[in-house]
């Protein structure tokens, strides 16, 4: 094993202490994309998975990019299922971590007023372990045609 590939291997069993470091958890897997159960599906699997992140003594839970739609890119889709950041589901992703004492970020698609129209987002909003909105960040740069046309 090369001194890099060692460096990768370290875990602490033990969760760094406050202000000494941060225990990040990371989910990456497949699921449901594209409707409204694709959305809930994914709510209660946001649940189960920051209940295990809780339970190891995370103190970061991190999603991949659209996670609660699905990655959809389509521009009838992403209207279809886009939210604002104070929607319905990332309510309940807020209160998923102030149940775990958790900070979770939670990507969307974002449903926002700009300028008095109506935008479309591919959106990442982070929530402190108490539930509160801490950011909401919104992607810049869109990749190839579809992901530019929502």
């Known amino acids: ?3 890099s590939h060692r460096l990768l291997a370290y875990l ?4 760094p202490a406050a202000g000494e470091g941060l225990r990040l958890a990371l989910w990456q897997g497949t699921g449901a ?3 409204r159960e694709a959305v809930a599906e994914n709510l209660d699997r946001l649940e189960s998975v920051a209940a295990l992140a809780a339970q ?3 103190h970061l839970l991190a999603f991949p990019e ?3 739609s699905g990655y959809i890119v389509t521009p009838e889709l992403t209207r279809q299922l886009a939210e604002p950041v104070d929607g319905p589901s990332l309510t309940r992703v807020a209160a998923t971590a102030r149940r775990h004492g958790l900070a979770l970020a939670c990507p969307y698609p974002e449903r926002a007023q700009v300028g008095g129209e109506e935008r479309l987002y591919d959106a990442i909003a982070l929530f402190s372990a108490e539930g509160q909105l801490l950011r909401n960040y919104r992607k810049t740069h869109l990749w190839g045609p579809d992901e530019q046309l929502c």
């Not at 602490?12 to 969760?15: C, N």
């Open 56 to 58: 190891r003594g995370a």
């Open 66 to 68: 659209l996670y609660l």
């Open 1 to 3: 094993m090369t001194p």
């Open 12 to 15: 602490r069993h033990e969760p």
């Open 33 to 35: 994309a594209g409707t």
